[in-house]
């Protein structure tokens, strides 16, 4: 570890997965080149917000220049580009741990995805790898910085390829702060002209909370082109449309328009203003635990965290700045979690997002259905974890269902359409959809005309467990115990499921029961079936047989229940196994148990449950069946 003292320059290789990004940013072709000179921004832009915020404490942080701004300045002769700020700079130590490594969860999954990708532009603006990207135009990149409150200056200094050198920086670097220069390369000279740099911060950063200056060749007069006025602070008729929307990319990171745009203040016991978006495409590592919030914490204009919890985990898809003008600005991090202020603001914004998302359901179908397929299957566990909104959540929700596949049925919509005498919402748990729907266990719930939910997103699993139900319809999973839909009448033209099992058939269910031993808990006449022969169900009182297999794939499951293995008595199957039994031919009657047992394993998805003994039954009766 470098300390502070040392003095002497000093080269130091990238760690590997540095030097793996690099090597992709040099030899890869990037159409939103772009994208770097707002990831500088953005980085001077923290820098000065990092030193807005320490000198709220330390008011001498800021000497005889309090006035934070980030200058850029471009030099046509020179071939370069620099980007400065006057915010709180970075000392030995700081650069080495900066720039040489990438402190970031999910780095190697990113990596992975970008070299796999022709052009991985928009997944770096996601990520975030934010300063390495300016080796996509630079050929040389130095940065000369001098840590707020400290003497010493250093010069960062690298050409990309696998090393880089620190050494005390000479009487040039800055009084305070950083200064990242580059050295454009051969494709990249444009960006050593103003217009080009005026372009792109006007696309890309004049939302950013501090003004930015231009210098357009060395020696002339810097140049305010971006205000630095907090966007979120204006009143929306003074915000137009591209500035929400250049605002959305800059806080978000991402590239696309946002789907909803919710700006507002609230007034009354607190006073603070919300400025959230919902992206129209899902962001990088969604399902990533580790993924950090996207809702900053301001108070007053000052920027205090990125990484406090605004927002239910439910909703980690919305990105944007929430600004408390009650909050204490010297509060740490820790007592401003626990405030009972912020608490108010949670739960404030929470629910406004919430309303504004109901509203857009309501309103505007079809932007929500959009919505919903981008980040329904994150909606929902807020079905399992926010109890509190469960209500609201419930009206949220969007299904496939057996009678509409292609989703969007509301559980309004399924209550509405019950049948007579339905009691329950059901469902079927699974984690492939197309297999959901091909279930045989729906065709008993089909020839009564009975809608079942087809619930194919991990999540679905736990909170259907957890769900006391909706508009006093208890939610039942159609795997799951004796499906009593004797009551609902037939759908129209659908054939009457066979009533009690015939004497023959009962004797061959007994037998087969015998026979498949351990292998399940029962075996029963069905009615839920009308034209497959057999399916697995659980026992009255086990648990759902999709939940069971998403425990055992998360590792989380010691010993599966015994399933029950219904048998469709009126079967043209079945009746022949139960004449083939009269006659006495009882082993290929076991076989037979068996190869139902197989097949109705299949139809979940599951592999046969002793592949040798499957393949030597399937091997007789092939044999039998060919002569
Ligand atoms: N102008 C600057 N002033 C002070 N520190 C800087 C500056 N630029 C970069 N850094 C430091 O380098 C680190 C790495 O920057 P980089 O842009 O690669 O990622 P990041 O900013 O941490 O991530 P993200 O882009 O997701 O916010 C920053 O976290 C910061 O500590």
Not at 233 to 255: H, T
Not at 310 to 317: E, H, V
Not at 444 to 459: I, M, N, Q, T, Y
Not at 480 to 498: H, I, N
Request: a negative charge; one cysteine or more.
């Amino acid at each position: 570890m470098a300390t502070t003292d040392q003095t002497r320059a000093e080269s130091r290789p990238f760690e590997a997965d540095v030097s793996r990004l690099l090597h992709l940013m040099v030899h890869s072709v990037y159409s939103e080149r772009d994208i770097f000179l707002r990831e500088l921004v953005a980085n001077a832009a923290d820098a000065c917000e990092k030193l807005r915020t320490l000198a709220l404490q330390d008011h001498a942080l800021l000497g005889n220049d309090p006035d934070l701004r980030i200058t850029i300045a471009a030099d046509p002769d020179a071939k370069t580009l620099t980007v400065a700020d006057n915010g709180i700079g970075m000392n030995r130590d700081d650069l080495a741990d900066a720039l040489g490594t990438i402190a970031r969860s999910g780095t190697r999954a990113f990596l992975d995805q970008l070299g796999e990708q022709g052009d991985g532009s928009r997944l770096i603006g996601q990520f975030g790898v934010g300063f390495y990207s300016a080796f996509m135009v630079a050929d040389r990149v130095d940065v000369v910085t001098r840590k707020a409150g400290e003497s010493a200056a250093w010069r960062w200094s690298s050409d990309g390829q696998g090393s880089y050198t620190i050494e005390p920086a000479g009487d040039d670097a800055p009084a305070r702060g950083t200064r990242v220069v580059l050295h454009l390369n051969e494709q990249s000279q444009e960006f050593a002209g103003g217009a080009a740099v005026e372009r792109i911060v006007r696309e890309h950063g004049s939302a950013v909370p501090v003004p930015i200056d231009l210098v357009e060749k060395p020696g002339e007069a810097p140049r305010r082109i971006a205000d630095g006025a907090a966007i979120w602070a204006k009143p929306k008729s003074e915000v137009s449309e591209e500035d929400y929307a250049n605002f959305y990319q800059s806080v978000s990171g991402q590239f696309d328009a946002p789907a909803l745009t919710m700006h507002w203040r609230a007034e009354g016991r607190h006073e603070y203003s919300v400025l959230a978006f919902v992206p129209s495409t899902p962001p990088l590592a969604l399902f990533d635990p580790l993924r950090k919030g996207r809702m900053k914490l301001y108070v007053r204009r000052i920027f205090i965290a990125d990484d406090i919890d605004l927002l239910p985990g439910w909703m980690r898809f919305v990105s944007g700045v929430v600004d408390s003008a009650d909050l204490p600005l010297n509060l740490s991090r820790e007592t401003i979690q626990e405030s009972p202020i912020l608490g108010a603001i949670r739960k404030g914004v929470a629910n406004r997002v919430m309303s504004e998302l109901e509203k857009l359901a309501d309103k505007e179908p079809e932007r929500y259905a959009k919505v919903w397929e981008a980040f329904g299957a994150v909606i929902k566990e807020g079905l399992y974890e926010d109890y509190e909104r469960r209500d609201g959540l419930f009206k949220l929700a969007r299904f496939a269902t057996s009678a509409h596949p292609e989703g969007g049925r509301s559980l309004a919509q399924y209550v509405t359409d019950l049948r007579p005498n339905q009691t329950a919402i059901w469902y079927l748990v699974g984690d492939d959809a197309a297999r959901l729907k091909a279930s045989p266990h729906l065709e008993g719930f089909r020839a009564r005309g009975v809608e079942v939910l087809l619930l194919s997103d991990p999540v679905d699993a736990f909170w259907v467990q957890t769900a006391v139900g909706y508009e006093g319809k208890p939610f039942r999973s159609v795997t799951q115990g004796a499906a009593d839909l004797d009551a609902v009448p037939l759908a129209e033209g659908a054939a009457a499921p066979a009533a009690e099992p015939s004497a023959p058939v009962a004797t061959v269910l007994a037998f087969m029961k015998e026979k498949l031993g351990d292998a399940v808990a029962d075996v029963r006449p069905s009615t839920r079936l009308a034209e497959s022969p057999a399916c697995l169900v659980a026992a009255e009182a086990g648990p759902d047989r999709g939940l069971e297999r998403i425990l055992a794939a998360h590792g989380r499951l010691k010993e599966a229940s015994k399933p029950v293995l219904e048998i469709n008595p009126g079967h043209a199957l079945v009746a022949s196994l139960a004449e083939h039994f009269g006659r006495g031919e009882r082993d290929a009657v076991e076989d037979a148990a068996f190869l139902l047992l197989d097949q109705a394993r299949a139809a979940d998805g599951l592999p046969p449950a002793d592949p040798a003994g499957f393949a030597a039954r399937l091997d007789r009766v092939l044999r039998k069946a060919l002569g």
